[in-house]
């Protein structure tokens, strides 16, 4: 069958096979169940086609294999890719995602089906219009994601109706705990195959630290965006405002761009992959949730505009340029506030360039201090006047009482600030789940 690897690499212009796709296709047993862990822009998607087709019959009229991306723009962006391969081999492919027409069943079966979890899960178990019990290999793609979407319950449900012995396929950046009771579920025995991102296929990828001072984010990216010569820029927003804001201040501003964010619809959005792909855009303002997952070639640029709140999503976000030994910049704009985010990715080993825009050059600037600053407390101050309001006679231990009362005042109000962040962020996860199985 390893004819059928060189079919492929020679069909899509391979010279040599990644990390993760050599592993993936030297096993010893092809048919083990298997989690590999690597990043976005590794090669896995290639590494569990090139699987699937050696083991496909293709005389067989049913579905073989299927495989399961947590968002339709992951869905079908695997789909094209596998569209390709497909055709040469005369083999027969469907996408399955929110938002398409359903359709009756027919004789020509698909032999490779691949989609979102909640709609294969309603065609199969709800409308018994596609067959997914017949398949013999299952691959979860961006498992992480999956479950932080929390669709893994529509995926269980899938394989609870399907063969014990099907062969399981999961590959993710990472394995979360939350991930685990699932894997030790419906994986047997499975081999690990695990990816460091330092690989020699990844490159260097610089970091600069540029301060906003006075300005918006959107003015310094105007700054910034004649001094680099990307081949492709990604520009990563926080929120879904933001970048809808960021992308109309550069169009005002000239710039010929593509936003992809969950504000948009999910047909533009499926469009904005297209324009993606097609690499006719050189400038990409993105979210993280839209964007994951998603491969996007030749990028030498990202642009940071502050730092997300779960840290992980910046190194994502430096991961997307460097590639294919390539140089990357990751440039990462700042403002006070982001000074707690800068240590914690310097002590985790990112070595940052302190930098600024000048009469159109970089210009270098010292050097950050890590040192800790005693700002002036707003809190406490505010509490420092109702404690003068309250103590206008003067009494023995009248410093020390102040002092007291000042303390717990301000621990009450640390309290309900941390209570009222919480109640803010379950509210935000709420209608992210939401939406995403809306989209699902």
């Known amino acids: 069958m390893m004819e059928r690897i060189q079919e492929i690499m020679k069909l899509e212009h391979f010279k040599k096979l990644t990390p993760i796709q050599e592993k993936v296709v030297n096993r010893k047993n092809k ?58 081999f005369n083999v ?15 004789k020509h079966v698909p032999q490779i089906v691949i989609g979102t979890p ?26 992480d994601m999956t479950l932080e979407f929390g669709f893994l319950e529509d995926i269980d449900m899938i394989l609870s109706k399907m063969d014990k012995k099907v062969q399981m396929m999961v590959f993710s950046a990472t394995i979360p705990e939350g991930l685990q009771p699932f894997l030790r579920k419906y994986l047997y025995d499975p081999e690990l195959i695990q990816i460091d991102t330092n690989d020699e296929f ?10 906003c001072k006075h300005k918006t984010y959107e003015q310094k990216i105007l700054d910034i965006l004649p001094v680099i010569q990307p081949y492709v820029c990604l520009i990563f927003a926080n929120t879904t405002e933001q970048a809808s804001s960021m992308a109309n201040t ?19 959005r499926m469009q904005a992959i297209k324009m993606i792909q097609s690499q006719k855009k050189k400038y990409i303002v993105a979210s993280d949730i839209a964007s994951r ?17 779960d840290l992980k999503f910046y190194i994502h976000r430096a991961g997307r340029t460097g590639r294919a030994k390539r140089d990357g910049q990751c440039i990462a704009l700042y403002r006070p506030e982001d000074k707690r985010a800068i240590d914690t990715l310097t002590k985790d080993g990112i070595v940052f360039e302190h930098k600024d825009v000048k009469n159109n050059e970089w210009i270098d ?70 939406r995403a199985k809306r989209e699902g």
């Not at 067959?131 to 961006?142: F, M, Q």
């Not at 936003?259 to 533009?268: A, M, T, Y």
């Open 250 to 268: 550069l169009r005002e501003n000239g710039y010929d761009l593509v936003e992809l964010h969950s504000g948009l619809e999910s047909r533009e």
């Open 365 to 434: 600037l010292k050097p950050l201090e890590h040192k800790a600053v005693k700002k002036k407390d707003p809190l406490k101050e505010d509490i420092e006047k109702i404690v003068k309001k309250k103590n206008k006679k003067v009494k023995p231990n009248y410093k020390k009482k102040q002092k007291q009362e000042i303390e717990r005042l301000h621990r009450k109000q640390r309290r309900a600030m941390i209570k009222k962040d919480i109640q803010r962020q379950k509210k935000e996860r709420a209608m992210e789940k939401q």
């Open 31 to 88: 048919h083990r169940d298997l989690i590999g862990i690597s990043s976005t822009g590794s090669g896995k998607s290639h590494a569990f086609f090139m699987a699937i087709f050696e083991q496909l019959d293709f005389e067989k009229n049913e579905v073989q294999a299927v495989i399961s991306a947590p968002t339709r723009e992951l869905a079908f962006q695997l789909h094209e890719r596998c569209k390709k391969i497909a055709a040469y």
């Open 92 to 106: 027969r492919t469907k996408l399955v995602t929110g938002g398409m027409q359903k359709t009756s069943g027919s």
């Open 118 to 143: 909640g709609r294969m899960k309603d065609l199969f178990l709800k409308d018994k219009t596609l067959r997914l019990d017949t398949a013999k290999i299952v691959v979860v793609d961006e498992a």
């Open 293 to 309: 997952g998603i491969d996007i070639e030749g990028i030498t640029h990202v642009i940071s505009c502050g730092f997300p709140k």
């Open 202 to 211: 990844q490159s260097d990828v610089t970091h600069l630290l540029v301060p």
